[in-house]
T-cell receptor, first 114, second 112 residues
């Protein structure tokens, strides 16, 4: 266990559905991240939040909407996704700029878009 | 553009041998590097890190070497075990940011 949990672990949704991914960290970190991992591609950074403020949006389509209500929780709201959005979505946290940049990852949510 | 790349997508080694996984990076402003291990069905797991003011760092059975002259990073695993089978990623952090740039990964296969 890394101290970062993600739910659900698996999600199948249609293109017209609305769903949300949840991430929670129990490490007292100040920064949280969403990554997308597709087959044979590097991990793609999607969003970064530092002290609940979004500091990075890596040109992510608007059908992905992040929410960070506090430093321990991070959500990714999904709406009108495409089949190519099927991937493993990983959440991570780190101390942020105050400490090391080591990121602790959750187990991921395997998303399939039909 | 900025990139982190790996020379070999798959590395096969015999149990007990040493493994070396290589990584090239291109951003001279990167000052922190991490190796992650990802097993099937799990998120990446931290193995070892190194800052740009060092050229070598050792952990338990693992050593990371950093050559800033040629922008090269390597991970050495001593006495490779079946449990070491996984995909290994290098990542670079550009100083002053929380952003990690990951490589494509190398799959390490350990045979008995």
């Amino acid at each position: 266990e890394t101290g970062v949990t993600q739910t659900p672990r698996h999600l199948v949704m249609g293109m017209t559905n609305k769903k949300s991914l949840k991430c929670e960290q129990h490490l007292g970190h100040n920064a949280m991240y969403w990554y997308k991992q597709s087959a044979k591609k590097p991990l793609e950074l999607m969003f970064v939040y530092n002290f609940k403020e979004q500091t990075e949006n890596n040109s992510v389509p608007s059908r992905f909407s992040p929410e960070c209500p506090n430093s321990s929780h991070l959500f990714l709201h999904l709406h009108t996704l495409q089949p190519e959005d099927s991937a493993l979505y990983l959440c991570a946290s780190s101390q942020g700029r105050r400490g090391t940049n080591e990121q602790f990852f959750g187990p991921g949510t395997r998303l399939t878009v039909l | 553009g900025e990139s982190v790349g790996l020379h070999l997508p798959t590395l096969s080694v015999q149990e007990g041998d040493n493994s070396i996984i290589n990584c090239a990076y291109s951003n001279s402003a990167s000052d922190y590097f991490i190796w992650y291990k990802q097993e099937s069905g799990k998120g990446p797991q931290f193995i070892i890190d190194i800052r740009s003011n060092m050229d070598k760092r050792q952990g338990q059975r693992v050593t990371v070497l950093l050559n800033k002259t040629v922008k090269h990073l390597s991970l050495q695993i001593a006495a490779t075990q079946p449990g070491d089978s996984a995909v290994y990623f290098c990542a670079e952090n550009i100083g002053g940011t929380d952003k990690l740039i990951f490589g494509t990964g190398t799959r390490l296969q350990v045979f008995p």
